[in-house]
């Protein structure tokens, strides 16, 4: 896959990426992930994740790390050993719980995608849209939407807003990429259109 180089200074600095514990059964989904940690390191844009060192998760961390990139990894103390906490190549930060994990990721990203996953990868990309919806937040959310991974959830959003459980005065902005290689594009144009003053809020603790 193709890198991209922004060419003008970006408003992001780091994009918190959501993604599986496992490899899943796709070989799209690891590729994908390594050729967007690697245009990550290229346009200097620090990476959040769960800090595990497994599937999709590990695969992007690495990819970052071996192209000179940087890597925050955040992982709750009781997952450590389940999802082989990844020492040696970014900063590590071991939270108490899960909550204390989110709120970390949230104020240290100033976007969020979401690669292919499973029902952790979900919760935290539909909390980060509930968030969002709420006014809490202005900072861009996309969906990294390899090979389609992500088209049952846009038909269900869809489907909510046909049904006006999602109305104009509960709706959000969702970015939804193909390619890997549309994703940073995407998400800087969302951020350029944000005023810095108006990215992020303070998020509630009972958000959390």
Same mark, same amino acid.
């Given at each position: 896959?193709?890198?991209?180089?922004?060419?003008?200074?970006?408003?992001?600095?780091?994009?918190?990426?959501?993604?599986?514990?496992?490899?899943?059964?796709?070989?799209?989904?690891?590729?994908?992930?390594?050729?967007?940690?690697?245009?990550?390191?290229?346009?200097?844009?620090?990476?959040?994740?769960?800090?595990?060192?497994?599937?999709?998760?590990?695969?992007?961390?690495?990819?970052?790390?071996?192209?000179?990139?940087?890597?925050?990894?955040?992982?709750?103390?009781?997952?450590?050993?389940? &999802?082989?906490?990844?020492?040696?190549?970014?900063?590590?930060?071991?939270?108490?719980?899960?909550? &204390?994990?989110?709120?970390?990721?949230?104020?240290?990203?100033?976007?969020?995608?979401?690669?292919?996953?499973?029902?952790?990868?979900? &919760?935290?990309?539909?909390?980060?849209?509930?968030?969002?919806?709420?006014?809490?937040?202005?900072?861009?959310?996309?969906?990294?939407?390899?090979?389609?991974?992500?088209?049952?959830?846009?038909?269900?959003?869809?489907?909510?807003?046909?049904?006006?459980?999602?109305?104009?005065?509960?709706?959000?902005?969702?970015?939804?990429?193909?390619?890997?290689?549309?994703?940073?594009?995407?998400?800087?144009?969302?951020?350029?259109?944000?005023?810095?003053?108006?990215?992020?809020?303070?998020?509630?603790?009972?958000?959390?």
């Amino acid at each position: 896959m193709a890198m991209n180089r922004m060419e003008k200074p970006s408003k992001i600095r780091k994009i918190c990426v959501y993604c599986g514990s496992g490899p899943g059964t796709d070989p799209a989904f690891l590729a994908a992930a390594r050729a967007f940690g690697a245009i990550l390191a290229q346009n200097g844009i620090g990476l959040v994740y769960g800090g595990g060192a497994i599937g999709i998760m590990g695969a992007i961390a690495r990819s970052v790390h071996d192209h000179g990139g940087e890597v925050t990894g955040i992982i709750p103390k009781f997952l450590m050993a389940r &999802e082989r906490a990844l020492h040696g190549t970014h900063e590590l930060i071991v939270t108490h719980d899960l909550h &204390e994990r989110k709120r970390k990721m949230f104020d240290l990203a100033d976007a969020f995608v979401a690669l292919p996953g499973g029902v952790g990868t979900l &919760e935290e990309i539909v909390e980060q849209m509930t968030w969002a919806q709420l006014g809490r937040h202005k900072k861009p959310i996309l969906l990294a939407n390899i090979n389609g991974f992500w088209d049952p959830l846009c038909a269900l959003l869809d489907h909510m807003k046909k049904l006006e459980f999602i109305r104009g005065d509960l709706t959000f902005d969702l970015l939804v990429a193909d390619t890997v290689g549309d994703i940073l594009p995407m998400l800087e144009k969302a951020a350029q259109a944000v005023p810095d003053t108006t990215m992020t809020t303070a998020v509630p603790d009972q958000l959390l």
